[in-house]
């Protein structure tokens, strides 16, 4: 278990050390959802089982959520013959025997109170107790004969009462409640009569469907008395009986919450371990519409959703509710994904500058993990429009941290300069270079300047940039002292400022093919991400996919044991009815448009890349069309500046050659002179 999770659990312990009042009822039966418990649930990020228990005011409900809490007191046992518990109570703990799940038990008000003034109030508990759950506890007392089962008359209601698709309010979609609906539990209290069936010892379960069998016939009476137990059979197809004989003697009932175990039936206590194993082993964790596994959170923007509905007098809708919260969790884990990104991102900032590879790689994994965070919590994001949301929202910060790279880069650089030229700047201010020769020994401190900064910030993201951007300050100083050296003639400081021109064009280009590259690697970078976008994409959807297709599956076996055992008992029409039932599923099953959305969404994305990719590359063709005019401007000068100096050099050629053949004429001249001079003398 990881340290959140411990983190979680014991915060969640520390707050939930007895229940909280979770659905509220007001004296005129409004139903409102209790802030500190949403506040609770919003920190359960865990998946949560959720087990709630209706029956009857007095039946004893309460006794059994403390114990499934593992406590002996909690939820509140009545003592009376007035309806303890209001509205539903909340209760969660860690789960005693699944890891990194929490419990949420549901302790609901006693139906059939004669207190109660609306009389869909009941209705209403019982329909919030089904869409909350993932098992549904029903307790009732004596035994399941046709009173008990038409005490339970709330479930005739629930096709009026919960709709699964929001296109057609007035179809009847009950049928697929099956997909939705917990699993099912009669705990049957007080329970004295034996379990036989003609005169033979039958389990509990049997016992049950016994009480639930269908009888043949068409008359009111027949139709009256099989239409509960059909809609037993119809949306709980898993279903589990427990008989739980007597606690204690009648008088010890108002004290049993307080009682010791000695003072307790053995008996009692074997099947309450046994009831509690069975919910802790069997009941599975609470799962949407689309098979999205349900959270603390989850489960308390559902009942804020439920009740909301209700309240307005509407009728709650699955459909409604999962597109809600679809909306909810999608926003939600677009922000979580791109914490993700932006906290470890801000780590990274501490090591600016960094070469670009570094940032890039740094960018590709937190990509990736902020896409997992998102993935985790996300669900019907059909079109991809969160997930492209969270994409253009890293790409922005990774636009932004890149800023910052470069910005620390370009005063690294800077710096850097700055500490080789300093030198150079106080010979520049003494005067040093304003001499016959003090431009070559200029071009000597550049050059040996220029060598220690290549070495220095070779890995600089901005080197060449900011090189180019100093050549460019220093140019005015060698100007200045170029035309200032006497030692060269004016034909030499033309030939060395063209050098320079051209020294500095070189510059600009290799400045320019710098930014391209690191252009060329961004967009490798992000499209590697984008990559590994679609493939987390591709595996959320298939996942979903293969829950909507086991979801489908469940169904459709349960409702073949239901017709099997109709076709058994001589029920034609009833299992007809559920052959098209079944034949709906797999149509449902098969004509899945998951897969047409995952490749909308594949198609859509790549389309998008598609348009980045040219639009960049658009950008790196003008890039490369104005480098390629600077290559050749920067040849045509070099060209002209070779031509003159060829020019020049020849010149100087025939300059040195005249001055060489003016001497020999001159030294012939004045040999002949001297030899004029020494014959007069003779």
């Not at 309460?62 to 046992?77: C, D, I, P, V």
Request: net charge negative.
């Amino acid at each position: 278990m990881n340290v959140h999770h411990t983190t979680q659990i014991q915060l969640l312990q520390a707050r939930m050390d007895k229940p909280v009042c979770f659905i509220d009822t007001d004296s005129a039966g409004k139903l409102s959802v209790q802030q500190s418990a949403l506040q609770i649930l919003e920190q359960i990020q865990q998946p949560v089982v959720v087990v709630a228990v209706v029956g009857l005011y007095r039946t004893g409900k309460s006794y059994l959520m403390n114990r499934l809490a593992g406590k002996q007191t909690g939820f509140a046992l009545g003592s009376t013959t007035e309806s303890k518990t209001k509205g539903i109570w909340m209760w969660c703990v860690s789960h005693p025997t699944k890891a990194g799940t929490t419990l949420v038990l549901l302790d609901t008000e006693g139906l059939g109170d004669v207190d109660k003034g609306d009389p869909k109030h009941d209705t209403n508990i019982f329909s919030l107790a089904v869409l909350l759950s993932s098992t549904l506890v029903y307790n009732s007392r004596g035994t399941i004969d046709n009173k008990a089962v038409m005490d339970l008359q709330y479930v005739t209601e629930l096709s009026e009462c919960i709709k699964v698709k929001s296109s057609d309010e007035d179809a009847d979609d009950s049928s697929e409640f099956v997909k939705f609906f917990p699993s099912f539990i009669w705990a049957l209290r007080d329970f004295t009569l034996e379990l036989k069936i003609d005169g033979k010892d039958v389990p509990e379960d049997e016992y049950l469907e016994f009480a639930l069998k269908l009888k043949p016939g068409t008359s009111r009476s027949v139709i009256e008395y099989n239409f509960p137990r059909e809609c037993i059979q119809k949306f709980f197809p898993s279903r589990k009986c427990f008989t739980f004989p007597f606690p204690t003697a009648p008088e010890n009932m108002s004290r049993l919450g307080s009682l010791a175990s000695a003072d307790i039936s053995s008996e009692f206590l074997k099947v309450t371990d046994h009831f509690c194993k069975f919910v802790f082993h069997d009941s599975c964790v609470k799962r949407l519409k689309v098979g999205h596994t349900v959270t603390g959170r989850v489960l308390g923007h559902l009942a804020k959703t439920y009740v909301d509905t209700i309240s307005s007098g509407a009728v709650p809708c699955l459909e409604n509710a999962v597109i809600a919260m679809a909306t909810i969790e999608n926003k939600a884990a677009v922000k979580e994904g791109l914490q993700v990104y932006q906290s470890e991102m801000e780590k990274l900032k501490d090591s600016f500058p960094l070469e670009l590879k570094d940032v890039f790689s740094e960018h590709q994994h937190l990509s990736s993990t902020a896409t997992q965070a998102f993935m985790k919590r996300s669900f019907k994001d059909t079109d991809g429009k969160y997930l492209k949301s969270l994409e253009e929202k890293i790409i922005k910060l990774f636009d932004e941290h890149l800023c910052q790279n470069e910005h620390a880069s370009k005063k690294r650089c800077e710096e850097i300069l700055s500490s080789l030229s300093a030198p150079m700047m106080v010979k520049l201010k003494k005067g040093f270079y304003a001499k016959p020769g003090g431009y070559d020994l200029f071009c000597k401190d550049l050059e040996d300047i220029v060598n220690k900064y290549n070495s220095q910030a070779k890995k600089e993201v901005k080197a060449e940039e900011i090189l180019e951007e100093f050549l460019k300050q220093k140019s005015v100083d060698s100007k200045a002292i170029l035309q200032a050296d006497k030692k060269l003639t004016e034909k030499e400081k033309k030939i060395k400022e063209e050098k320079e021109k051209a020294a500095l064009l070189e510059q600009e280009i290799k400045a320019r093919e710098e930014k391209l590259r690191q252009l060329e690697e961004k967009m490798e970078a992000e499209r590697q991400s984008n990559e590994e976008m679609m493939r987390q994409m591709k595996e959320k959807m298939d996942e979903e996919m293969r829950l909507q297709r086991e979801e489908t599956e469940r169904a459709m076996n349960r409702k073949l044991r239901e017709q099997a055992d109709l076709l058994q008992k001589s029920f034609k029409e009833e299992a007809d009815v559920m052959r098209q039932e079944m034949e709906e599923f797999k149509r449902q099953n098969t004509e899945s448009n998951r897969a047409g959305e995952l490749v909308a969404i594949l198609e859509n994305s790549s389309r998008r890349h598609e348009e980045e990719v040219a639009m960049m590359m658009q950008q790196r063709s003008v890039q490369m069309m104005a480098i390629q005019q600077m290559i050749v401007r920067s040849e045509a000068e070099i060209n002209r500046a070779r031509e003159f100096a060829a020019i020049v050099e020849n010149s100087s050629r025939r300059h040195e050659e005249l001055m060489a053949k003016m001497i020999q004429q001159h030294r012939e001249h004045m040999m002949a002179v001297h030899s004029s001079n020494g014959c007069r003398t003779m």
